[in-house]
């Protein structure tokens, strides 16, 4: 089975740093482009930022020069480097891992992950 766990929020104060990561697991051969994305309190879920399996990469604007994203092809893991924080980026992040191709006995598949979910607050 297919599972993605995000590790590394918390609580931080304005102006702070916090890293993020996701490690996907279970038998993959490949993932097309993986992907954060947040969802704060009483608002829809955003993408905060994606990167390709060619390293190509893009984000919203409210995180442009602050977050940095980045993956570890051979480990199936995508980071965040979150600097600068600011109370607005409170949220839970979502790590997404869109094309990933894994193998079961019954040959290869591709879907679409979610992970569960880290809890980054930001205070003032």
């Known amino acids: 089975q297919v599972q993605l766990v995000e590790s590394g929020g918390g609580l931080v104060q304005a102006g702070g740093s916090l890293r993020l990561s996701c490690a996907a697991s279970?038998?993959?051969?490949?993932?097309?482009?993986m992907a954060w994305y947040r969802q704060a309190p009483g608002k829809q879920r955003e993408l905060v930022g994606s990167?390709?399996?060619?390293?190509?990469?893009k984000y919203t604007d409210s995180v442009k020069g602050r977050f940095t994203i980045s993956r570890d092809n051979a480990k199936n893991t995508l980071y965040l480097q979150m600097n600068s924080l600011k109370p607005e980026d409170t949220a839970v992040y979502y790590c997404?891992?869109?094309?990933?191709?894994?193998?079961?006995?019954?040959?290869?598949?591709?879907?679409?992950?979610w992970g569960q979910g880290t809890q980054v607050t930001v205070s003032s």
């Open positions: 997404n891992a869109e094309g990933l191709v894994h193998y079961s006995i019954t040959g290869p598949y591709t879907n679409d992950y």
């Open positions: 990167i390709t399996n060619g390293g190509s990469t």
């Open positions: 279970g038998n993959i051969d490949s993932i097309n482009r």
